[in-house]
């Protein structure tokens, strides 16, 4: 690790892609993530990393040259916000059918339809529950700082190639838009990467059978048993691949469960509750999908409420639900339209709550 | 009787969609009157003694089951 | 016996046996396209992205990476291929309701940016896989199972003229429109889809063939009848011609 740097948020996660060795990027502009697309068409055509930025003409077309890329087997990215997410969403179907790689971060904003340019968290169900068509998942993170952000950006890639599977970075425009000093990753060494040459599309020199990649198959039973492969492959992720944080939770009568920048917010809100003498912890997944719902779950045994908090009506609150089983009362306080709720306010719907 | 030109049909690959019969300036091939296994009346040499081996059969073929062979010199 | 193969089935065909209906042009030009990926020696180097249409299949049909995009973004998928590997050579396999309806952005972008590609453009006036719905090709008057009244220009406007329109874009290297119903024709096509690749190789940029094709199934008429209805119908409202040519005449 490096010295720390002050960086924005998208910038951040930029530079993140490139040290773990994306040289690939398409994306569409869209606020608040443009600095991010924008630092790409910077950085790309630079002399030591010598790799490829286009604007595309839309996110249709961005997801389908991420889909193109993504069959090479090269680390590929591209970036977007709420709605060039929901364009994305059927080439996000296709990618994760032909299970190709591919590392995607979606700013998100308020919503629903133009909503507006504010911080959202309001893309939750989109992200984790499969925006497009048929069944399968995303491995999804939710950073609360841009350390964290540079960190789970990196190691996406990884993520992506051993699974053959695409990885979302869901940040609100909180995280996008914050300057914070970051310690960045030495650069990857592209020989550490997973070798794709058996699958991948580069040519078969008439060497070898051609490589077809693709999420067709007009054999119900054969497409039965690439369904049972992706399955196989999600439960792998959710076994090994589930990571959490914990703040103060050993004896706290309360758990806020928040993620992401809420995650830091609610954090505050813990210290604040703990001052007043009421035992208060926090549980903040970070990975999204797959949900910790296990250690949350423990939680249930020992604590008497949740308390879920989120920049949308309450979506991932849905999943502390699943975790918590109705073993004890889940509560919910939400802020919408791009509203980022303050500590004082979480502090007061607590207190009323408890 | 050894000709100049030869034509081969593929006739399990066949179709019978007529388009090299039609093609063919010597109506040299023609519909044979049994089916192939998919069920169609595949197309036949008829009159070997004709063909010019122009390849108007084969480029015209959408099921690339012809083939046209000329005598070696 | 001494004889010796004068034509055969190209290498760069899988040989699997095709999924087109008997007659359906779709066969004659897969083999071309093979045909000239043979002749320029490609095969090894060569990658395709199929569509969404009858040809959803075709990228299992070459001897050569291959692919199959989400109806109409080939040209898309094609220039990630590309970009990530500019050294080969990427084609993209279409239908009418692919490339000139719901993927119109990316096949006027990737001709525009010049990108390195070239595509394979099969005009047969009708949505073929789907069951004989109108194309945005659909002759004016034309019956088809979405305008069974006949083809509009009031409701549905007229036929879209894609090498008209994507001759005015100036990254295209080469482009032509062509057709397959006679073996004439066929010589023609191939030559056309030759410089179609030779475009991408020489990096002069992008090139496509409009190719006027039967759907006999569709059309509700036989193969040999197709033909007859292809000359009088397509060709009055789709000219032939070289629409760009960058390429040159071969020595
Ligand atoms: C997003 C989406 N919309 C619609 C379809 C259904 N669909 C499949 S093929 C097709 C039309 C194909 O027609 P064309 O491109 O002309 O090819 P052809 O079958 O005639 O060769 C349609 C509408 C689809 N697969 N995906
Ligand atoms: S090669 Fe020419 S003459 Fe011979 S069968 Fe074929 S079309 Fe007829
Ligand atoms: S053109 Fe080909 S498929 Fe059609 S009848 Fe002749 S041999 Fe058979
Ligand atoms: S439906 Fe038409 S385009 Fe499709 S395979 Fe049959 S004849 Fe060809």
Same mark, same amino acid.
């Given at each position: 690790?490096?010295? !720390?740097?002050?960086?924005?948020?998208?910038?951040?996660?930029?530079?993140?892609?490139?040290?773990?060795?994306?040289? *690939?990027?398409? $994306?569409?502009?869209?606020?608040?993530?443009?600095?991010?697309? @924008?630092?790409?068409?910077?950085?790309?055509?630079?002399?030591?990393?010598?790799?490829?930025?286009?604007?595309?003409?839309?996110?249709?077309?961005?997801?389908?040259?991420?889909?193109?890329?993504?069959? =090479?087997?090269?680390?590929?990215?591209?970036?977007?916000? %709420?709605?060039?997410?929901?364009?994305?969403?059927?080439?996000?179907?296709?990618?994760?059918?032909?299970?190709?790689?591919?590392?995607?971060?979606?700013?998100?904003?308020?919503?629903?339809?133009?909503?507006?340019?504010?911080?959202?968290?309001?893309?939750?169900?989109?992200?984790?529950?499969?925006?497009?068509?048929?069944?399968?998942? *995303?491995?999804?993170? $939710?950073?609360?700082?841009?350390?964290?952000?540079?960190?789970? =950006?990196? !190691? %996406?890639?990884?993520?992506?190639?051993?699974?053959?599977?695409?990885?979302?970075?869901?940040?609100? $425009? *909180?995280?996008?838009?914050?300057?914070?000093?970051?310690?960045?990753?030495?650069?990857?060494?592209?020989?550490?990467?997973?070798?794709?040459?058996?699958?991948?599309?580069?040519?078969?020199?008439?060497?070898?059978?051609?490589?077809?990649?693709? %999420?067709?198959?007009?054999?119900?039973?054969? *497409?039965?048993?690439?369904?049972?492969?992706?399955?196989?492959?999600?439960?792998?992720?959710?076994?090994?691949?589930?990571?959490?944080? @914990?703040?103060? =939770?050993?004896?706290?009568?309360?758990?806020?469960?928040?993620?992401?920048?809420?995650?830091?917010?609610?954090?505050?809100?813990?210290?604040?509750?703990?001052?007043?003498?009421?035992?208060?912890?926090?549980?903040?997944?970070?990975?999204?999908?797959?949900?910790?719902? @296990?250690?949350?779950?423990?939680?249930?045994?020992?604590? !008497?409420?949740?308390?879920?908090?989120?920049? %949308?009506?309450?979506?991932?609150?849905?999943?502390?639900?699943?975790?918590?089983?109705?073993?004890?009362?889940?509560?919910?306080?939400?802020?919408?339209?791009?509203?980022?709720? =303050?500590?004082?306010?979480?502090?007061?719907?607590?207190? @009323?709550?408890? | 009787?050894?000709?100049?030109?030869?034509?081969?049909?593929?006739?399990?690959?066949?179709?019978?969609?007529?388009?090299?019969?039609?093609? #063919?300036?010597?109506?040299?091939?023609?519909?044979?009157?049994?089916?192939?296994?998919?069920?169609?009346?595949?197309?036949?040499?008829?009159?070997?003694?004709?063909?010019?081996?122009?390849?108007?059969?084969?480029?015209? #073929?959408?099921?690339? #089951?012809?083939?046209?062979?000329?005598?070696?010199? | 016996?001494?004889?010796?193969?004068? /034509?055969?089935?190209?290498?760069?065909?899988?040989?699997?046996?095709?999924?087109?209906?008997?007659?359906?042009?779709?066969?004659?030009?897969?083999?071309?396209?093979?045909?000239?990926?043979?002749?320029?020696?490609?095969?090894?180097?060569? /990658?395709?992205?199929?569509?969404?249409?009858?040809?959803?299949?075709?990228?299992?049909?070459?001897?050569?990476?291959?692919?199959?995009?989400?109806?109409?973004?080939?040209?898309?998928?094609?220039?990630?291929?590309?970009?990530?590997?500019?050294?080969?050579?990427?084609?993209?396999?279409?239908?009418?309701?692919?490339?000139?309806?719901?993927?119109?952005?990316?096949?006027?972008? &990737?001709?525009?940016?010049?990108?390195?590609?070239?595509? +394979?453009?099969?005009?047969?006036? +009708?949505?073929?896989?789907?069951?004989?719905?109108?194309?945005?090709?659909?002759?004016?008057?034309?019956?088809?199972?979405?305008?069974?009244?006949?083809?509009? +220009?009031?409701?549905?406007?007229?036929?879209?003229?894609?090498?008209?329109?994507?001759?005015?874009?100036?990254?295209?290297?080469?482009?032509?429109?062509?057709?397959?119903?006679?073996?004439?024709?066929?010589?023609?096509?191939?030559? &056309? +889809?030759?410089?179609?690749? /030779?475009?991408?190789?020489?990096?002069?940029?992008?090139?496509?063939?409009?190719?006027?094709?039967?759907?006999?199934?569709?059309?509700?008429?036989?193969?040999?009848?197709?033909?007859?209805?292809?000359?009088?119908? /397509?060709?009055?409202?789709?000219?032939?011609?070289?629409?760009?040519?960058?390429?040159?005449?071969?020595?």
């Amino acid at each position: 690790m490096a010295e !720390k740097v002050m960086a924005k948020g998208t910038e951040a996660i930029a530079e993140a892609a490139v040290r773990a060795g994306c040289r *690939l990027y398409f $994306g569409y502009p869209i606020t608040p993530q443009s600095e991010l697309t @924008e630092y790409m068409a910077r950085r790309m055509p630079e002399k030591d990393i010598n790799g490829v930025f286009l604007q595309a003409e839309s996110e249709v077309a961005a997801v389908n040259m991420i889909y193109g890329a993504g069959c =090479t087997g090269h680390r590929v990215m591209t970036s977007t916000s %709420s709605p060039g997410f929901s364009l994305m969403q059927e080439g996000m179907s296709y990618i994760a059918g032909a299970e190709l790689p591919s590392v995607f971060v979606n700013v998100v904003r308020g919503g629903p339809g133009l909503g507006d340019i504010q911080p959202g968290q309001c893309d939750y169900f989109q992200a984790t529950k499969g925006g497009g068509h048929g069944d399968y998942r *995303l491995v999804v993170y $939710g950073p609360e700082s841009l350390q964290e952000a540079v960190e789970l =950006t990196f !190691k %996406s890639f990884d993520i992506a190639d051993k699974y053959r599977t695409p990885v979302l970075i869901l940040a609100d $425009g *909180l995280l996008g838009q914050m300057m914070e000093p970051v310690e960045f990753p030495e650069f990857n060494d592209p020989k550490s990467f997973a070798d794709h040459s058996g699958w991948a599309m580069r040519g078969t020199d008439m060497k070898r059978k051609p490589n077809l990649v693709s %999420s067709f198959n007009i054999d119900p039973n054969g *497409l039965e048993e690439m369904n049972h492969r992706y399955q196989e492959k999600y439960r792998k992720i959710v076994e090994n691949e589930q990571m959490f944080e @914990e703040y103060m =939770t050993e004896d706290a009568d309360y758990i806020i469960v928040a993620y992401g920048t809420m995650g830091r917010i609610a954090k505050s809100v813990a210290k604040e509750a703990r001052e007043k003498g009421i035992k208060t912890g926090v549980f903040r997944p970070i990975t999204l999908w797959p949900f910790p719902y @296990e250690p949350l779950a423990k939680l249930a045994d020992k604590s !008497k409420m949740f308390f879920a908090v989120e920049m %949308s009506a309450g979506q991932m609150v849905e999943d502390v639900r699943l975790a918590v089983n109705g073993k004890k009362p889940v509560e919910f306080y939400g802020r919408t339209g791009g509203i980022v709720p =303050t500590p004082n306010e979480i502090l007061s719907k607590f207190m @009323e709550l408890i | 009787m050894e000709y100049k030109n030869l034509v081969e049909i593929n006739q399990e690959r066949c179709k019978g969609c007529g388009l090299c019969i039609n093609a #063919c300036p010597k109506k040299v091939l023609g519909f044979s009157e049994g089916y192939n296994a998919k069920g169609y009346h595949p197309s036949e040499v008829q009159r070997p003694e004709d063909c010019i081996g122009c390849g108007f059969c084969y480029r015209m #073929c959408p099921d690339v #089951c012809i083939t046209v062979k000329t005598l070696a010199k | 016996m001494p004889y010796i193969d004068k /034509m055969k089935g190209p290498h760069a065909l899988s040989g699997k046996e095709f999924t087109y209906c008997p007659g359906c042009h779709h066969g004659i030009i897969h083999r071309l396209v093979a045909e000239v990926i043979d002749e320029l020696g490609i095969e090894g180097q060569t /990658m395709m992205v199929a569509p969404v249409g009858c040809s959803v299949f075709a990228y299992e049909f070459f001897n050569v990476d291959g692919t199959v995009a989400a109806h109409g973004r080939a040209p898309a998928v094609a220039t990630g291929i590309k970009r990530a590997m500019p050294d080969k050579v990427v084609f993209t396999y279409q239908g009418d309701g692919d490339l000139a309806a719901i993927g119109t952005a990316e096949i006027i972008h &990737a001709a525009n940016r010049g990108e390195k590609l070239t595509s +394979i453009f099969v005009n047969n006036a +009708i949505y073929g896989m789907t069951g004989g719905q109108m194309a945005p090709t659909t002759l004016v008057g034309m019956k088809t199972t979405t305008s069974p009244y006949g083809r509009k +220009i009031e409701n549905e406007g007229q036929p879209i003229h894609v090498a008209e329109v994507i001759k005015e874009l100036r990254g295209v290297a080469y482009l032509e429109r062509t057709k397959v119903d006679t073996p004439q024709d066929v010589i023609k096509t191939k030559a &056309a +889809i030759k410089k179609a690749f /030779m475009a991408q190789i020489n990096g002069l940029g992008f090139g496509m063939v409009e190719i006027l094709s039967t759907c006999p199934t569709n059309w509700g008429l036989s193969p040999v009848e197709s033909l007859k209805w292809l000359e009088e119908n /397509m060709v009055p409202e789709f000219p032939l011609g070289v629409f760009v040519d960058k390429v040159g005449d071969a020595k």
